[in-house]
């Protein structure tokens, strides 16, 4: 594995660069055709454009890029893709290129990368390649890396109901009107979470374990990081349907002017979390496997273009 400065000289050097967009995402049909000659008159001529029309094709478009054997592999599209993306190119000896083309593009903004899409292509240009974490989860149906957010709850229901038309017209206010109509047919649940510094049992709606800085588009804490070798996990609000929506409110105004100090976030490198009753979890805004579940942070496990 070559060190990022080797990696970003490699990028710079030979142009070893594949795109690959998941033309399903928000703004990604409208961007795809800009996108290599933008990179072009940056300097950057790709080895191949890949676009895809299915997200489960997305995992087999990574591995054509990849038997390419790029040194720097831009993908665009929203977190679902991008989360993908991670899965599959981490602990690999390339570089992920983040083009966020989706709606709320929760992993763009925790590395900083431009959200106009001029302006990310030039970060993706510049090449300038660090290492960040991704979360692991392990429940009964297997291992699942994430970039941003494994979570149970009214989440599943969001990630299952919010219509594409919905995220296409509203963005990411869309995800707070689905969750507002779902909540009242929503029921609370128990969440035991046990950490190495001991158990808690709590009562709520929604659970979050969170590697990367945003939720929903808008920060969760102000130091939260993807390279802290942290997660953070937090609850919205606890049994009451009220409390729930005042505390999604809060959060939304408010997370980014908070601390991992405060009281309502609980940090650790290892979080085991037990659900009554057991639950699906959301995974980067995709359904996948169910409590109970092991979710770990994973040390540099991905080598991203950031600003």
Known sequence: MRTTDELRTAIRRHSRVVVVVNLTSRHARRAAAEVAPLLRRAGVRPLAELTVLEPSHLPAALG?????????VIVGGGDGTLSTAAHELAHQDVALGVLPLGTTNNFARSLDVPLNLRAALRTVAAAKVAAVDLGRVTSESGERLFANLTSVGLSVDVADRAPHALKRFFGRPAYAL??????????????????????????????????????????????????????????????????????MIDQLLHGDRRRLVAGQYLTAREVHLVTDPVLPIDVDGEVWGRTPVTVTSTPDALRVVVQ
Do not use: K, W
């Open 64 to 72: 054509r890029a990849m038997a390419m054997r790029p040194d720097l």
């Open 178 to 247: 689905t969750a507002l109509c779902a909540l009242p047919r929503h029921r609370a649940f128990l969440a035991t979470v046990t950490t190495p510094e001991g158990s808690q049992t709590l009562s709520t709606h929604q659970l979050n374990i969170a590697n990367g800085r945003f939720h929903a588009g808008f920060a969760i804490a102000h130091d939260a990081s993807v390279d802290d070798r942290q997660l953070v996990v937090y609850r919205l609000g606890e049994r009451s349907r009220s409390d729930v929506s005042a505390a």
